[in-house]
């Protein structure tokens, strides 16, 4: 079965300060994609970063990067410098390419605050 | 207009009545897909087009629900006989061939069922 776990329901965050948002996962393909999306209060899904489970390297995209451990099965997003625009729910969500074929399951989110 | 869209935006029916959405991914995307997120949760995958065929469904995509792409452009979604249950913001995306990892969402039809 394929799971993605995020167990912090909200988390605040002071502005310009850094913050990690927690992911777990459970797949037993070897082969799968990792990802987190924003969700703002306006609800459109806005794609933020990707990570391959054969990327060496850990996914970043501006002030997003992806801190990835394959042993642990575990994709963080951590979020530099946060800005008020930052305030949102985030999900990761994960998409195992053989045995999970084109769905993409997503975790249950994790709303942010940022305070100023 | 560049992005995905859907219509209508906001739909209010009572329960048993029949309703259709409508998703125009971005135009060169081959690939698209429906999700349904309710209150509080991530979206849940329900059926993914390539082109027009259908090449994957949900359980979660009952008998009640249908979802067709006839040219392989604009989808519809239809779900009969609607239900309170069936209360949910419904989501599409697409993506490209080449980049098939990055899905664009649309801002989804919210659907209430009274």
């Known amino acids: 079965a394929q799971k993605i776990t995020q167990t912090q329901p909200g988390m605040f965050v002071q502005e310009k300060e850094a913050v990690t948002l927690d992911c777990t996962y459970d797949?037993?393909?070897?082969?799968?994609?990792l990802f987190w999306y924003k969700q703002p209060s306006s609800g459109e899904m806005i794609f933020l970063i990707y990570?391959?489970?054969?990327?060496?390297q850990n996914a970043t995209e501006g002030r997003y990067s992806l801190n990835f451990q394959k042993a642990r099965k575990s994709a963080n997003l951590v979020i530099s410098a946060s800005q008020l625009g930052d305030s949102a729910m985030y999900f990761c969500?994960?998409?195992?390419?053989?045995?999970?074929?084109?769905?993409?399951?997503f975790g249950a989110g994790t709303r942010l605050f940022v305070k100023a | 207009d560049t992005g995905v869209s859907q219509n209508p935006r906001h739909k209010i029916t009572k329960r048993g009545q029949n309703v259709t959405f409508r998703c125009d991914p971005i135009?060169?995307?081959?690939?698209l897909y429906w999700y349904r997120q309710t209150l509080g949760q991530g979206p849940e995958f329900l059926t993914y087009?390539?082109?027009?065929?259908?090449?994957?469904k949900s359980r979660l995509l009952s008998d009640r629900f249908s979802a067709e792409r006839p040219k392989g452009s604009f989808s519809t979604l239809e779900i009969q006989r609607t239900e309170q249950g069936d209360s949910a913001m419904y989501l599409c995306?697409?993506?490209?061939?080449?980049?098939?990892?990055?899905?664009?969402f649309g801002p989804g039809t919210r659907l209430t069922v009274l």
């Open positions: 995306a697409s993506s490209s061939d080449w980049n098939e990892d990055e899905q664009f």
């Open positions: 797949t037993s393909d070897q082969s799968y994609g």
């Open positions: 990570q391959g489970s054969y990327d060496e």
């Open positions: 969500a994960m998409r195992a390419k053989y045995t999970g074929g084109f769905k993409t399951i």
């Open positions: 135009s060169e995307h081959n690939r």
């Open positions: 087009f390539q082109n027009e065929a259908q090449l994957e």
